[in-house]
């Protein structure tokens, strides 16, 4: 008998191997799992993976960071892009290499999106210890800074023998292709393991396809959820962001229209349907819209699809005011499916929606007319001041935020892309959008992590090429991590950038003035005598700070020179930025108010006029809270 096959390869070599040969398979179309590696190095992996990918340039495309938690932001908003069907891996050195992944890792897990880390590790022979950067632990020696990254991964493994690489790749792989369990998986790489040799079987670095399931229903399951559907008279769906992972926006389409059911979006589902969609009635929850928060109010049946019911979707369990609402969860995920006592209904969305619309169909089910008159003359009133907030008549005047949002409505079509992911833009954008296609909003709200825009539109843009894709950032959040600007121009990834210049947290800065804390310490300006952040605004000029990292930089100082910039940023072919000052005075802010409630708690017992007015406000709302069971 012969012995199989086998290569002599250091553990990185194989595993980079063994990487640009993985692929996914859904729906009869296969793509490579892994499109790029990300990487910064340093003493912990240079010699290893580092080696590595020069030895197989051809079979590993490599795309160079400035920041380690910007890289797998950027990894994130590529498998975002690519229906979570491909993504990215990041190399890292050990020590503040490998901590600096931990907030992207948290990101990618929370919002369910696979991304691949593999850190340094320090010697697992200790030859020398402590060596540079090891966190020496007392208690156990088998600790390292990289155990950080265990709480926030889906897998985690060390790889402290090159024999230990073949199983937990493999395990590796199942995780990102889980549509229930994937988020980020680490991989912690010791950096003397990486560089030490082995034989390894010619078969793991065969083709391997990994098929991304869509299950179905189970029947009895699914004969409740219809036989729920049919006996509610006020239903209304919330499609989360499982709704995209999916594709099941067609699916859903068709549900809606053969039902007439309308259809609330959470952040991450907004685009399930196209804005215009007789069905669609918007965001919903604290930064939903009127309509939609008013049928959640007196919905008799919710239907959760692909959602997780977040304190945002439910107004913090104080949305759902009738008393006799029921839910029903249409969900990939089993811990998601009982939220809120629901029916589960454990499926693929897609899968499941048109199983629901099958089954429903056989009864000829359709919900009122009266109850589609009744939120169709919402949705339109509430297009009106969609309207009102974007409209600027005087085009000579500094523009508000939401009027920014109008003019960047004004030159996208259904191929654009926005990115944004905190501050006070996506409040407005959940509001007021009007997302043209499936994939065009894409808000990072699961997280809600400031920096995560330039980064992810980078990541994007690499998934989609040939479209348009904004960045929509504020100033706190370009100040938290403009340094991928110097990748995307490296690179020639034309990413574009809208830089909204607020002169602080103007999110927070809100929210501190209703909590009773007096928008302390939330604008950038120079401190007052009582020590106070109330002063001249600060001198900076993000503007120049751009420019001087690579991007090209267009200024508008009015509506009318915003709408040209615009214009002019969407037609170029290198990275672009504009960059803009906004009317933040509250009596012309422009924007909608919030149309439900978010518990931030409020200081129980305070001497401060504005604190003592903000508890009995938040105890008032306290008192409606209720749980579901």
Not at 245 to 268: C, D, K, M, N, Y
Not at 380 to 394: L, M, N, P
Not at 527 to 538: F, K, M, Q, S
Request: charged letters at 20%.
């Amino acid at each position: 008998m012969t012995s199989p096959a086998s290569q002599r390869l250091t553990v990185a070599q194989a595993l980079v191997r063994f990487l640009s040969a993985q692929y996914t398979e859904r729906d009869g179309v296969r793509q490579r799992l892994i499109g790029a590696t990300w990487g910064i190095f340093g003493h912990g992996n240079v010699a290893g993976i580092g080696q590595a990918l020069v030895e197989y340039a051809g079979d590993m495309p490599y795309h160079q960071g400035r920041n380690e938690q910007a890289m797998v932001h950027a990894a994130v908003g590529y498998a975002r892009q690519s229906n979570r069907l491909s993504t990215h891996a990041v190399t890292t050195s050990i020590g503040p290499g490998a901590t600096n992944l931990v907030t992207g890792a948290a990101l990618a897990t929370v919002n369910h999106l696979p991304v691949l880390l593999l850190p340094g590790d320090v010697f697992a022979a200790r030859p020398a210890d402590p060596v540079l950067q090891q966190l020496e632990v007392p208690y156990a020696g088998d600790v390292s800074v990289n155990d950080c990254l265990r709480p926030v991964s889906k897998y985690f493994d060390r790889i402290t023998r090159p024999e230990a690489l073949i199983p937990a790749a493999l395990q590796a792989m199942r995780v990102l292709t889980d549509p229930v369990d994937t988020g980020a998986v680490t991989l912690a790489l010791p950096q003397d393991v990486q560089a030490e040799a082995c034989d390894w079987p010619e078969e793991f670095f065969a083709e391997r396809v990994w098929t991304v399931r869509r299950p179905g229903a189970d029947p009895a399951e699914l004969a409740e959820a219809v036989t729920a559907i049919r006996a509610a008279r006020r239903p209304l769906l919330v499609a989360g962001g499982g709704v995209h992972h999916s594709r099941a926006e067609a699916a859903l389409a068709e549900f809606a229209e053969a039902t007439g059911i309308p259809v609330a979006a959470t952040q991450s589902g907004k685009g399930s349907l196209r804005w215009d969609h007789p069905q669609d009635v918007g965001g919903i929850g604290h930064t939903g819209t009127a309509t939609a928060d008013e049928l959640a109010r007196t919905a008799d049946l919710v239907i959760g699809v692909g959602t997780r019911y977040t304190d945002f979707t439910t107004a913090s369990g104080t949305l759902f005011e009738n008393p006799d609402v029921r839910f029903l969860n249409l969900t990939i995920a089993p811990f998601d499916g009982h939220k809120l006592a629901g029916l589960p209904l454990i499926a693929d969305a897609r899968s499941g929606l048109e199983e629901l619309t099958e089954g429903l169909q056989m009864h000829r089910h359709r919900v009122a007319e009266a109850y589609v008159a009744e939120y169709t003359e919402g949705k339109a009133h509430w297009e009106r001041r969609v309207d009102a907030s974007y409209a600027a008549d005087d085009p000579g005047v500094r523009p508000t935020q939401p009027q920014v949002l109008g003019a960047l409505d004004g030159v996208v079509d259904e191929t654009d892309v926005i990115v944004n992911a905190a501050g006070s833009l996506p409040g407005d954008l959940h509001k007021l959008w009007r997302a043209r296609s499936r994939d065009q909003y894409h808000l990072e709200y699961g997280y809600s992590c400031m920096g995560y825009e330039i980064p992810a539109a980078i990541g994007v843009k690499l998934a989609a090429p040939d479209r348009p894709v904004w960045a929509l950032v504020g100033d706190g959040t370009y100040l938290m991590m403009p340094t991928e600007i110097v990748t995307a121009v490296q690179e020639g990834v034309a990413i574009k950038m809208v830089l909204v210049q607020n002169h602080g947290y103007a999110s927070i800065g809100g929210l501190s003035e209703s909590v009773g804390a007096e928008g302390f310490a939330t604008a950038y300006r120079y401190p007052a005598e009582d020590g106070r952040y109330t002063g001249a605004p600060l001198p900076v000029d993000l503007a120049a700070n751009a420019a001087s990292l690579g991007m090209r930089v267009l200024r508008a100082r009015t509506v009318g020179e915003l709408r040209t910039a615009l214009a002019e940023a969407r037609a170029a072919d290198t990275p672009t930025c504009v960059y803009v000052e906004t009317e933040t005075a509250d009596s012309v802010s422009g924007a909608p108010l919030a149309q439900a409630w978010w518990d931030v708690p409020v200081a129980e017992t305070a001497t401060r006029t504005p604190a003592v007015k903000a508890r009995e406000l938040y105890e008032r709302h306290v008192s409606t809270r209720r749980r579901h069971l």
